[in-house]
């Protein structure tokens, strides 16, 4: 039997809540209590190793204090010597995995878990299965054996190492198996999944929102013309496809992925969640429940059953926080050491870069992931949660500086072109000039005729409706900053084909969002002249 197998069978269903969910009962002087002592366990446990030794200036903090004292704030560069190698010598001990995501240049940055690192994660992504499939506190509707419809990365990217080796510790029936997906490309592995959850049926859905949003918006424009194939001949899948198909025309509409798969939970994440939050419970049926997570800690926070805002885990990493006015002076002069807070001196509303340091025998210390989130409130009044609720904000390296004035995240820009109500394949932004004059550049793909001048003022629109910062860059100034490169139809899938034919590795697949570079840019406009 797998370890967290037992505790379904031996416990009932308040002592399962308290094991997997408990945290959610800390208070902020508890939950800094735990934080405080896995970090010294930590310092106790790795300060004789080269790589500590090396951050921590051969010194061993003695308290808390002295440790954010005299350990100064890292980056990927300051292990790159060490981990960039997937090399042991100077761990603690000999890692249970790797994990890596993209890096500067196309280069991963590789880090390691330890397996009692990872016992403590495999613990915490099981109440999040259980958070996200309840609707009231106590109620446990995973069991060991639940189907997940997975469409995320395979090893040795952190989803698919997550799911992989939570299968060590607790039954799980994902949909491709585990195997079967590492040797799919990623879209084979998409549709592998669909055909499969087909038959199978699903309880959890576990996909990146962007994902399950495009694969809502193609499934209800193909169901119309969907023909018979030898697979739809099985007795459960025609059964499930019949009831769909009923079920969309007495609602008077076209099918929906819902009418097919009814899934307990929506799990996802990414910058775009919560702007598609009811684009993915229109396709999917259940409001999403969102995770925070990253490479360097697997899982950071996760929401409280009520979907609203997100919680830290106490036992994830130890949390230091930026404020973002110490981050803007850090950004303009690299050799700044910024100050940082703990998570009792969180204040609502405000804006901060998370940093984290292992627990476990694991490497990273004050290490800046790159990630901004916002404090929401210093508490929950609808579940009784008395830690600070946040959201994810944004990449720190994705923001675009306009006049010094407004600082545009990717989620407000995607809130933006999302909220003109054209229909958008994917888009591309970064800032450029035009007559000395800095402005915000997007290079979009429609699916739909619009003038370029057009989706201009509509963006610009709904910026000023977003970002008061914005607004008022207009108002003083005067300035129309945004401009648009319209890109032809399959701009964006043959920027994907071109790459893959390429061999580049799925995280460099797609451009990113923002500030992408001069080469990224290039191929995309010539991509799109070769159709235009």
Not at 166 to 178: F, G, K, N
Not at 228 to 254: D, E, N, T
Not at 463 to 475: A, H, K, P, Q, T
Request: proline letters at 5%.
């Amino acid at each position: 039997m797998l370890p967290e197998d037992k505790y379904f069978q031996s416990r009932d269903d308040a002592a399962i809540w308290q094991r997997y969910c408990g945290f959610l009962d800390l208070s902020v002087d508890e939950f800094m209590e735990i934080q405080e002592g896995l970090l010294m366990e930590q310092i106790d446990l790795v300060a004789g190793t080269p790589l500590a030794r090396r951050i921590m200036g051969g010194r061993k903090p003695r308290s808390l204090q002295e440790f954010r004292n005299t350990v100064p704030l890292t980056t990927y560069d300051d292990y790159q010597t060490y981990l960039g190698d997937q090399g042991d010598d100077a761990l603690q001990e000999k890692p249970y995995f790797w994990v890596h995501t993209s890096g500067r240049g196309g280069n991963f940055k590789w880090i390691p878990y330890t397996q009692a690192a990872f016992s403590v994660f495999a613990r915490y992504v099981i109440g999040g299965l259980i958070l996200g499939s309840a609707s009231r506190q106590g109620e446990v509707n995973f069991r060991p054996g639940t189907r997940i419809l997975f469409t995320m990365a395979p090893r040795p990217y952190a989803s698919g190492s997550l799911f992989y080796y939570l299968s060590e510790y607790v039954t799980l029936r994902t949909i491709p198996s585990m195997k079967e997906v590492e040797t799919l490309e990623f879209q084979d592995a998409i549709q592998r999944a669909f055909k499969l959850g087909l038959r199978s049926g699903v309880d959890v859905i576990a996909a990146i929102s962007s994902v399950l949003v495009k694969m809502g918006e193609r499934m209800a424009g193909q169901t119309e013309k969907m023909s018979p194939s030898l697979s739809m001949l099985h007795p459960v899948v025609l059964y499930r496809l019949l009831r769909g198909i009923l079920r969309a025309k007495l609602q008077q509409r076209k099918m929906l992925p819902r009418d097919l798969w009814p899934a307990g939970a929506v799990m996802t994440g990414g910058a775009d969640t919560a702007i598609y939050k009811n684009e993915l419970a229109r396709y999917w049926g259940q409001v999403p429940y969102e995770v925070y997570a990253a490479t360097e800690s697997l899982l950071i926070a996760v929401q409280n059953w009520n979907r609203k805002y997100m919680t830290f885990l106490p036992g994830s990493a130890f949390f230091e926080f930026v404020p973002q006015s110490e981050w803007l002076k850090s950004r303009e002069d690299p050799s700044y050491q910024p100050g940082t807070v703990l998570l009792n001196e969180l204040e609502s509303g405000q804006v901060y870069e998370v940093i984290v340091s292992h627990f476990y025998g694991m490497p990273l210390m004050r290490y800046r992931i790159g990630d901004l989130v916002q404090v929401m409130s210093l508490d929950d009044p609808d579940t009784g949660v008395k830690l600070p609720q946040i959201t994810f904000k944004s990449r720190a390296d994705g923001l675009i500086d306009l006049a010094g004035m407004t600082k545009l995240d990717e989620k407000t820009v995607w809130q933006a072109i999302a909220s003109t109500g054209i229909a958008i394949e994917d888009w591309s932004a970064r800032k450029e000039y035009e007559n000395n004059q800095p402005h915000l550049r997007l290079y979009v793909e429609p699916r739909e005729k619009v003038e370029a001048a057009h989706l201009e003022h509509l963006v610009d629109e709904q910026l000023r409706e977003i970002d008061v910062d914005y607004r008022d860059l207009g108002g003083l100034l005067g300035l129309q900053p945004v401009r648009v490169t319209l890109l032809s139809t399959g701009t964006f899938g043959r920027y994907f084909e071109a790459k893959r034919n390429n061999g580049a590795h799925l995280a460099h697949l797609k451009p990113p969002h923002m500030n992408a570079n001069d080469n990224t840019i290039n191929m995309l406009v010539g991509l799109s002249e070769v159709n235009g």
